[in-house]
């Protein structure tokens, strides 16, 4: 069964710093992976997806996110962070590439952003 | 404009008082899912849609019922509520298995007495 860890609950960083969220996963399959971001008291939005091909994705607001099979991971960058993008991050994983049909989320990190 | 709608936004009740969480699309999506989101849990999914009259159930459907009679309609029904299921309740919907992107709704934070 597939799962998804981010290991970190919580990420504080400065304005203008680079920074990475973590997202792990565990799949006997190929796997569609997704990050979604929340803003307080909003819904969630999707930042960007892999299906195939490249494994560097480019999502909105200046994200992007590696594929990297050997390691199982997907792991979230943007170069130089915003006091706007303070929010909270979800890693998420299609089970059997159903697509958004069943999707396993991990936990969440709140990224912090500080001027 | 595009978007999910649910309703009520905040609700509180109390054991086993029947309710209902309303979602609405207006983009004549196909697909449609509920889920509940926990603190240290994330989202978990309860049921989905994938056209009128086909529902399947999610990651944790025990307490939930779902019935998808119109396109744009997808409510989830608490018909004997537990405090347990209070949460924080996502609709989404969107048009294909993976299409351009998943839309969800502004969120139900239900309290269950």
């Known amino acids: 069964a597939q799962s998804v860890t981010q290991l970190d609950s919580q990420v504080p960083v400065f304005e203008e710093a680079p920074v990475e969220l973590r997202c792990n996963y565990s799949?006997?399959?190929?796997?569609?992976l997704f990050w979604y971001v929340q803003y307080p008291n909003q819904g969630l939005q999707l930042l960007l997806k892999?299906?195939?091909?490249?494994?560097l994705v480019k999502g909105i607001n200046g994200f992007e996110a590696e594929f990297n099979k050997s390691q199982t991971s997907f792991h979230l960058r943007k170069p130089s962070v915003h006091i706007s993008d303070t929010a909270e991050y979800f890693c998420?994983?299609?089970?059997?590439?159903?697509?958004?049909?069943?999707?396993?989320f991990g936990t969440g990190t709140r990224l912090l952003v500080s001027p | 404009e595009a978007q999910v709608t649910q309703n009520p936004r905040y609700l509180i009740t109390v054991t086993g008082k029947k309710l209902t969480v309303t979602c609405s699309q207006n983009?004549?999506?196909?697909?449609m899912s509920w889920y509940r989101q926990d603190p240290g849990l994330g989202l978990r999914q309860i049921y989905y849609?994938?056209?009128?009259?086909?529902?399947d159930k999610g990651d944790v459907p025990e307490g939930y019922k779902v019935s998808r009679k119109e396109k744009r309609n997808f409510p989830l029904i608490l018909e004997s509520p537990s405090p347990n299921q209070t949460s924080l309740y996502f609709c989404?919907?969107?048009?294909?298995?993976?299409?351009?992107?998943?839309?969800f709704g502004p969120g139900t934070r239900l309290t269950v007495l």
């Open positions: 998420a994983v299609s089970r059997g590439g159903t697509g958004f049909q069943k999707l396993v």
């Open positions: 799949s006997s399959v190929s796997v569609y």
């Open positions: 892999y299906l195939s091909g490249s494994t």
């Open positions: 983009m004549n999506h196909e697909y």
């Open positions: 849609s994938m056209n009128v009259e086909v529902t």
């Open positions: 989404a919907s969107w048009d294909r298995a993976v299409g351009d992107t998943q839309y």
